[in-house]
């Protein structure tokens, strides 16, 4: 399941996505028969790629909020 197709997290993935829609208004026999698997897969991808580097950023922000945290503590502990 992905997210909403229409929000900002989304926008670098517009042109795969707008392939996707393409492919969906074809209509329902051609999706029935794997006509926009290729485009769905694509999507997949780079949503799948945004939503990594969102975790990596945020991984790395925490790690400078603990590294602050510890230090903190650790002049909270030598007074």
Excluded: Y
């Excluded at 997290?9 to 829609?21: G, M, N, T």
């Excluded at 926009?36 to 990596?56: F, G, I, P, S, Y």
């Amino acid at each position: 399941m992905h997210p909403h197709l229409h929000n900002d997290q989304a926008k670098h993935c517009a042109e795969v996505i707008a392939a996707l829609e393409e492919c969906h208004q074809r209509g329902f026999i051609s999706r029935c028969f794997g006509a926009c698997n290729d485009a769905k897969h694509k999507v997949n991808m780079c949503l799948r790629a945004q939503r990594l580097e969102r975790t990596r950023e945020n991984r790395e922000a925490a790690k400078e909020k603990r590294k602050h945290i510890e230090k903190v503590w650790a002049e909270i502990d030598a007074e």
